[in-house]
């Protein structure tokens, strides 16, 4: 590739990020005026995104009228359950594409009755890496990963820590079977970013719930 075909695509990039940014600015001005909370989890491939998210509507769900939206590559199997918890849920595949973007939730607010809706969760496609360059528009941003992953994960991805309000660290019920120091990995999510609220969870025995639902609707 010539040097003038590489800037070609630098340009392209940086116009399809400016383009992003600009839509979610859009997305969190309706949301906004709608009086909707919002809040984007993103996070690693089986972290437990969908789990927590299941964990939180069990809890809340009768005190507000909630939306998710489940990002996957392929399948609606996150989105069928949710609504087994009677809360509406819409799936969107993005086949080759590794991240929602916030032309999908621009779709989203176009095509339904936001009227009816108190809190939106999105829950994006799993990766610890693509969501970092799109943001879609949300209020709060939620990084999840889960002790399962190892105990580097936080130090080997900080783009979507130092991008992210909430950090989750899940699966803590596993603490005993796995050779993680949780300590270590709460101390490499404050040195990648300082404001953070990090919050250790089971989205299984439902440890530490509450805490999260308590810093999600601040
Ligand atoms: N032991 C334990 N298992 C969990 C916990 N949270 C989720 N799991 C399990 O981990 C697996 C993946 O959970 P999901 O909620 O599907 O994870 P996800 O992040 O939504 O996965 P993707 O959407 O595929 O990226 C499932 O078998 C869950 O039951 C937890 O806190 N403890
Ligand atoms: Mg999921």
Redesign the pocket.
């Known amino acids: 590739m010539s040097d003038k075909e590489i800037s070609k695509v630098i340009e392209l990039n940086e116009d399809l990020l400016a383009n992003n940014d600009r839509l979610a600015e859009k997305n969190r001005k309706v949301l906004n005026e709608l009086k909707i909370k919002s809040i984007d989890f993103v996070?690693?491939?089986?972290?437990?995104?969908?789990?927590?998210i299941?964990a939180i509507i069990r809890r809340v769900s009768k005190e507000y009228r909630i939306l998710v939206i489940?990002g996957?590559v392929t399948t609606r199997i996150?989105a069928d359950?949710i609504s087994k918890h009677g809360v509406t849920s819409i799936q969107i595949n993005t086949g080759r594409e590794c991240s929602l973007n916030s032309y999908h939730i621009s779709q989203v607010i176009k095509n339904h009755d936001l009227q009816q809706i108190d809190i939106l969760f999105i829950?994006n496609?799993?990766n610890l890496i693509c969501p970092s360059d799109f943001i879609l528009g949300a209020d709060k941003r939620v990084v999840?990963v889960?002790i399962t992953e190892g105990p580097w994960v936080i130090r080997k991805h900080p783009m979507l820590f130092k991008s992210s309000d909430i950090a989750v660290i899940?699966?803590?019920?596993?603490r005993d079977v796995m050779d993680v120091n949780i300590e270590e990995m709460i101390k490499d999510a404050e040195k990648i970013n300082p404001n953070l609220k990090i919050i250790t969870?089971?989205?299984?025995?439902e440890e530490n719930i509450e805490k999260l639902i308590n810093e999600l609707f601040i």
């Open positions: 996070g690693a491939i089986g972290a437990g995104k969908t789990a927590l299941e489940n996957d996150d359950r829950e496609v799993g999840i889960s899940n699966k803590i019920d596993l969870t089971s989205a299984l025995t």
